[in-house]
């Protein structure tokens, strides 16, 4: 047969296959979200994400030393009181909970680089990302309340903020009262363009953040639209957001490759907790090999355009990129 092109000819034994691929990746790519709660002597498995912990502040060593062992040295964090109210006071208590982690992981770890999820969800009673009036989040009154916990967060230690609420105009809220209290090198990471989307089901568990009532596509992306997250993400830029996040990550391939196109900002994507959740279900049940849907996943979020993944599975990523399995 005469056959001048071959592709198979780059593809014949693994040395060959690791020297030509084109999408690369590293350890240092990947954030790991973790969860606090009240209390002590806590780590405490959650039911909707297996192999993920409610951690109490006292364990920080414990979690610090095992994402270092894993070479995960950047953590999202997430923090759950036991106190909630209407204006989700709790976020920005200086002792709160999400401060108190903050607090406890930089004087464990100083290099452990700190970005804390900013919204009310967690904190409020009726589990909206914002300050109601009636049975509607009204935009400018939560916009001073996010400053407030970013602030809050900052001042406690966190190397960077990621609001997480969609709330328009919080980019530039935060960005002014950082500003105005002497955090002007404090980055924003922005969760620019996140879906209303069902995939979020088992971290509302985790985080008890469902809403009471209603839902939150008065805030959030509805999935049909992809023109609308360049919008998002326009006026994100333009408040000065220094990384933009499409959310959740395999659904919005697309969504994400857009954005990666046309930004030269640094671009994350979060592997949120459903995507996580179904592959562990489906291991479970005997469906699928867990360790290499994973791999194909986190590789496809890459290929799509991803500097930065947040994801359940960083730390065994980590791992996996170390071996050259995937990276
Ligand atoms: C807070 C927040 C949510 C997630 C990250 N930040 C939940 C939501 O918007 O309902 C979802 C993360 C995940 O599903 O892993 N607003």
Redesign the pocket.
């Known amino acids: 047969m005469e056959l001048t092109k071959r592709p198979r000819r780059l593809r014949g034994n693994s040395s060959i296959r690791k020297l030509v691929r084109e999408t690369r990746m590293s350890p240092e790519s990947l954030a790991y ?1 973790v969860f606090f709660v009240e209390g002590e002597h806590i780590q405490r498995e959650i039911p909707s994400l297996p192999g993920q912990y409610h951690w109490s502040v006292d364990k920080v060593p414990v979690l610090v030393d095992q994402c270092l062992a894993h070479g995960v040295s950047r953590l999202l964090l997430f923090g759950i009181p036991d106190h909630k109210d209407g204006c989700a006071s709790a976020a920005y208590d200086p002792n709160g909970i999400i401060q108190r982690a903050i607090r406890a992981i930089k004087a464990y770890c100083p290099e452990m680089y700190v970005i804390t ?1 900013v ?1 009310m ?1 967690e904190y409020t009673d009726h589990g909206h ?1 914002g300050i109601l009036t009636g049975s509607e989040v009204d935009n400018d009154k939560t916009l001073e309340v996010l400053a407030k916990i970013a602030l809050s967060h900052v001042e406690a230690g966190a190397d960077m903020v990621a609001p ?2 969609m709330m328009d105009g919080r980019v530039a809220a935060i960005r002014k009262t950082l500003d105005e209290h002497g955090h002007q090198t404090t980055p924003i990471l922005s969760y620019a363009a996140k879906y209303a989307s069902a ?2 089901g ?3 568990d985790a985080a008890g ?1 469902a809403p009471a009532f209603g839902d ?1 596509q008065g805030y ?1 992306m509805d999935p049909h639209n992809a023109k609308e997250a360049l919008k998002e993400c326009d006026l994100d830029v333009e408040e000065g957001a220094d990384i933009l996040m499409v959310k959740p990550a395999l659904p919005y391939l697309d969504v994400l490759r857009r954005v990666a196109d046309r930004y030269d900002l640094p671009v994350c994507a ?1 592997a ?3 995507e996580y959740a179904m592959v562990k279900a489906a291991a479970a049940a005997g469906l699928i090999d867990e360790y290499r849907v994973m791999c194909e996943s986190a590789v496809s979020v890459y290929r799509a355009g991803a500097d930065i993944l947040i994801t359940y599975y960083a730390l065994e990523l980590a791992d996996a990129m170390r071996k050259g399995d995937i990276g």
Do not use: E, K, L
Request: hydrophobic share 15%.
């Open positions: 979200p999820d919204c969800c990302c997480s609420d995939f979020y088992p971290f509302r953040s939150r959030q979060y949120v907790s459903g």
